[in-house]
Every structure is written in C-alpha cells, then in structure tokens.
C-alpha cells in the first residue's frame, strides 16, 4: 500500500510563503498524476493543483499565479510552492496520487498538513 507523507504546513502572515513536500513511501507504477487538494471548515475539498505523468500541470483559478506545484526527477515527491498567501487560502491541505488499475483508477491520500494564513 503505498503512503503518502506531507510536511511543511503551519502558521504565516498574509502574504508571506510556504512550500509544502509530498513523499510517497515507494514507487507508483502507472500514475496518472500527483497533486495537493484543500479543505476548509465546512467546505468540500478542492483541486488546487496537479501535475500529470507527463509534466503537464493544472491550478485553481484561486491560486494560479501564485502557487507552483513541481515534483522531483524520480515522480516520488511533489512540492507546492505557496507565495503570497491569503487568509482564505487556510485549509488542510492534501497529497493525492492517481493511478491507474486496468479499468480503473485508485486514489491514494496523505494524512493532511493544516496551513493557516492569519496576522
């Protein structure tokens, strides 16, 4: 079963930055893509970005210009970098990897790394 660490939440000041790691415990064999969701008190989680197999990346109208996601050479890491963070952008924010399974997809998710964005 493969296990999704995340580390680098905490506490910042409007606009200040935070950069946040992803690493799965091996391997993923067929992924289709890695990413970071959020969720708020009270509201659904949401994408805020994703990079595919292939590189090609994906963000939230909310954070695009602002947040980056990378990964490392070897698809194992990812890494949002977060700039110029607002108070709403304050969530749990979680790892997600995609895979693909024959017909099927499996999801796999990290524990969560709370961000709280307040003076």
């Known amino acids: 079963q493969v296990q999704l660490v995340e580390s680098g939440g905490g506490l910042v000041q409007p606009g200040g930055s935070l950069r946040l790691s992803c690493a799965a415990s091996?391997?993923?064999?067929?992924?289709?893509?890695m990413g970071w969701y959020r969720q708020a008190p009270g509201n659904q989680r949401e994408l805020v970005a994703s990079i595919t197999s292939g590189g090609s990346t994906n963000y939230a109208d909310s954070v695009k210009g602002r947040f980056t996601i990378s990964r490392d050479n070897a698809k194992t890491t990812v890494y949002l970098q977060m700039n110029s963070l607002k108070p709403e952008d304050t969530a749990v924010y979680y790892c997600?990897?995609?895979?693909?399974?024959?017909?099927?997809?499996?999801?796999?998710w990290g524990q969560g790394t709370q961000v709280t964005v307040s003076s």
């Open positions: 997600n990897a995609a895979k693909s399974a024959g017909p099927i997809k499996l999801d796999y």
């Open positions: 091996e391997t993923i064999f067929n992924i289709i893509s």
